[in-house]
């Protein structure tokens, strides 16, 4: 009898009831609450589900991502393997081989002013950089955190791990993606808040066709000058012109269908679950990390709304020709920014098609994040 009720005591004492703080039951509700949005108002749910799904099992199990040198056995937890992916900077490339892969450069080609519009909202990551140095944030930490303001995940990752800044990179990765997911709910109320009904319902003209030898030297002659410019931006805007080269030279179907499906999603699941599982209550309920969440907000607010003043600048210039609502596509967040756009200029006129033309500054959001991450390396002296 004594022998039963000692095994019944260890094995009530062996579930997570008695092992979980507070917080750890907070980050559970938080995961619950990102899978709702997730599934029941599909808010990106490839990012979405994966993340909020590793929130939960890290936060049940902490020794999912236990290190392998604290391990006993040398063996770590499955999704510490997952995270030495990104820490290595390899899974952020991948994603941006996929990204490449998935979409049409032709708009962007079709319309270079929208170059202009991606630049424009660039400036969250500036604005997020000189805000971590007032809060106490050093030089490489600050550059980590700005990339947030791009509503770029896998440039964040990539460009934390190498800064060596991977005390931060968890936090870095789930504001980055949590708010790449959010971008229908931060966004609409930031671009209605700078832009006038007449202007939401400018109707833009149809973009000229785009040749297929365009769409072949394009992703060419970006590679060769932004990576001879920048040498240390080749990981990923090299890696996001391959990717568009499969697409556009119609010669390698089969490492397009595979860059753009099979590869992208074991990327996403990899990432997205890893990325989740840096948000322990121990590592994530914080002031460290409070403050890089919040600045991250602030950041891409930043970001939406400086592209929206600079559409509505070209809107001037252009004599109404521009709808100022695709300078929030500028944010590096494909293709969820721009269907944001095309969302909010259909609520003021459902006739109005906005989505090829967002798509111009959204691709050249995706490029000037990149260029900025490379530009922070080159200040540091990082290869």
Not at 276 to 305: H, P, R
Request: glycine share 10%.
């Amino acid at each position: 009898m004594e022998y039963i009720s000692s095994t019944l005591n260890n094995l009530i004492h062996q579930t997570a009831f008695f092992n979980l703080t507070w917080g750890n039951y907070l980050m559970i509700a938080v995961a619950c609450f990102f899978l709702y949005l997730a599934i029941r108002h599909e808010y990106e749910p490839l990012l979405l589900l994966p993340i909020a799904f590793g929130m939960l099992l890290v936060n049940i199990y902490p020794d999912i991502m236990l290190h392998a040198e604290d391990a006993p056995n040398g063996v770590g937890g499955l999704l510490y393997y997952f995270y030495i992916l990104d820490e290595w900077a390899l899974l952020p490339s991948l994603i941006f081989m996929g990204v490449g892969a998935s979409t049409d450069f032709g708009p962007l080609i079709a319309n270079p002013k929208s170059f202009l519009l991606g630049a424009a909202a660039q400036f969250g990551i500036f604005a997020a950089y000189f805000g971590a140095i007032f809060l106490g944030f050093n030089d490489m930490a600050a550059a980590a955190i700005s990339i947030i303001g791009g509503a770029d995940g896998p440039t964040s990752i990539f460009l934390a791990s190498k800064l060596g800044q991977t005390a931060i990179l968890g936090p870095i990765a789930v504001a980055a993606y949590s708010y790449m997911s959010l971008v229908p709910i931060i966004q609409p109320p930031i671009m209605k808040l700078f832009t006038t009904e007449k202007e939401r319902k400018i109707k833009m003209g149809q973009l000229r066709p785009v040749s297929k030898l365009e769409k072949i030297l394009f992703p060419i002659i970006i590679t060769i000058v932004v990576c001879l410019i920048l040498p240390t931006t080749a990981p990923l805007v090299g890696m996001l012109m391959l990717g568009n080269l499969f697409k556009e030279s119609g010669v390698v179907r089969q490492l397009t269908e595979t860059a753009s499906n099979a590869m992208m999603y074991i990327v996403v699941i990899l990432l997205g679950t890893s990325v989740g599982a840096t948000t322990s209550a121990e590592a994530f309920l914080n002031w460290g990390t409070l403050k890089i969440v919040a600045l991250g907000l602030i950041a891409f607010a930043f970001g939406t709304a400086a592209g929206v003043l600079f559409g509505k600048l070209m809107c001037k210039l252009t004599n109404g020709k521009i709808n100022p609502l695709i300078g929030s596509a500028g944010v590096s967040a494909v293709p969820m920014a721009a269907r944001v756009s095309q969302k909010v200029g259909a609520e003021a006129d459902p006739t109005n098609f906005l989505l090829m033309h967002a798509m111009g500054p959204n691709v050249a959001g995706v490029i000037g994040t990149a260029v900025a991450a490379g530009t922070f390396m080159a200040i540091f002296g990082v290869f």
